[in-house]
């Protein structure tokens, strides 16, 4: 990056006032995720107009959305808008998405219409779940990858128990009461867990006609084990408490045909009514913004400073960058990497505009990975020191408190998952949506509910990172 990539600009622009400022640098930020909030944050007071541009008003803590599609959070415990955390006179938010980038003239266009000019892009627009060319299949199977989806899927799960209740044929009733997870990452082992004590613990006492603890729980891998990125000791012991608290896995089962009845993997046909994605992501599509080549899951190759070659004054962070540690190997898409990342890249341009050209390399300090599977239950790899069992899931409790967005949602978490572990109770079983929506019986099948849902709630949302 040059020393004009950021002071030859001199164009006008209007601030939130209305008044017009003269020859004013203007840094445009798409996404509002755990990289570009860091970047916003470290650019307050600087001198420059700065723009942060997401498809919500809220920023995302996306490690326990999970805990939203299971029931035992509320979508606000993880979540906290935007404007709220960025106090400071030279930051404009703007509810919008961006569909492309004109960068012969240095503009971004948005989805509303607007063509916002930059001295400086950061491109910080994250991930969304890779379907791997079956994009249909996230109308059947939705991936808790933003808010909206993981309502979604806890609306999908507390009325399937409903829908068994009142369903009079028991094949239905036992396809309703079995749940599928496709994909056993992270993602898809706390996923599984909490949907087998959701089941087998929370629901227990709560129903008349159908035992919930009866419902059988799928965990479909492609691959021959489950938890790939962390080793072998860890997924093993994943593996074994899954299988205790009632979980099914398959591994070698790669996905064949994903519809509204069910799920046929490795030639094996699985009778279920939710169906719940979480095998892979991909990048947002920077690349075909820049019209550069794509890497191998869609991000954006990246120098050291995370400027795109060809591009002076674009730069790309979190998942939708492939940027590489010192020792080559690629960085993970994890929280961790963002947040890293935003705030070097954030601090870069701070001391940039004022006008200091010293420049240092970015050192990824890692922390290590943990996951959890269930009460008092997770693995953590902490540079190689391998945790399990509650130590391991008091450690990670106490890492997402930290990192957790806001010192109300942290008191709000804490007494839920205190609450929760003293009564196996799950405090936000609502569905949210009228049920005359959703729930259709048809005497003749005994089928109850939708086979495919039209909620707007469905949407994959890919602007944060």
Request: overall charge neutral.
């Amino acid at each position: 990056m040059t020393n004009g990539a950021l002071l030859s600009s001199g164009s006008t622009t209007r601030d939130p006032g209305g008044a017009q400022r003269q020859g004013e640098q203007q840094v445009v930020i798409a996404g509002a995720g755990f990289a570009g909030m860091e970047v916003a944050k470290a650019l307050r007071g600087a001198p420059a107009h700065v723009t942060l541009i997401d498809r919500h008003n809220y920023t995302l803590f996306q490690p326990l959305l999970y805990q939203v599609a299971s029931a035992a959070l509320s979508p606000a415990d993880v979540a906290m808008p935007i404007r709220a955390l960025l106090h400071g006179s030279n930051i404009e938010m703007l509810l919008d998405e961006v569909e492309g980038i004109e960068t012969e003239r240095s503009h971004v266009r948005t989805r509303s219409g607007r063509r916002l000019h930059y001295d400086v892009l950061v491109l910080a627009t994250g991930s969304e779940f890779n379907y791997f060319g079956r994009d249909d299949w996230h109308r059947v199977a939705p991936a808790p990858k933003g808010l909206a989806d993981a309502v979604e899927i806890r609306r999908r799960l507390l009325l399937a128990f409903e829908q068994a209740e009142m369903c009079e044929k028991e094949v239905e009733r036992s396809a309703l009461m079995t749940f599928v997870i496709v994909g056993a990452g992270a993602t898809g082992v706390e996923m599984a867990g909490a949907i087998a004590e959701l089941a087998k613990a929370t629901l227990q006492r709560d129903f008349r006609n159908i035992d919930p603890a009866s419902a059988r729980i799928f965990l479909v891998e492609a691959g021959p084990r489950i938890l790939s990125g962390y080793p072998n000791r860890l997924a093993a012991y994943a593996a074994r408490t899954l299988t205790r608290m009632g979980v099914q896995i398959l591994l070698n089962h790669k996905v064949e045909q994903l519809d509204t009845e069910g799920i046929l993997a490795a030639g094996q046909r699985i009778e279920s009514r939710t169906v719940i994605w979480g095998a892979g992501v991909k990048a947002a599509p920077v690349a075909e913004w820049l019209r550069v080549k794509p890497g191998r899951h869609g991000g954006v190759k990246v120098n050291t400073d995370f400027s795109v070659d060809g591009f002076h004054n674009i730069y790309v962070i979190g998942d939708a960058a492939e940027s590489a540690a010192p020792d080559g190997q690629p960085l993970p898409g994890l929280a961790a990497v963002a947040k890293q990342e935003g705030k070097y890249l954030g601090d870069l341009l701070q001391r940039r505009l004022n006008g200091d050209w010293r420049s240092r390399r970015f050192k990824y300090r890692d922390y290590g990975t943990m996951a959890t599977i269930g009460r008092s239950a997770a693995v953590a790899d902490l540079r190689g020191f391998h945790i399990t069992g509650t130590m391991a899931w008091l450690l990670w409790g106490a890492v997402h408190l930290f990192y957790l967005i806001g010192f109300r949602n942290r008191v709000v978490v804490l007494v839920n998952w205190f609450w929760a572990w003293l009564t196996y109770a799950h405090g936000a079983r609502l569905i949210t949506d009228s049920p005359s929506r959703y729930v259709e019986l048809n005497p003749a099948s005994g089928h109850v509910g939708p086979p495919v849902v039209h909620s707007g709630l469905a949407n994959i949302e890919a602007g944060q990172e």
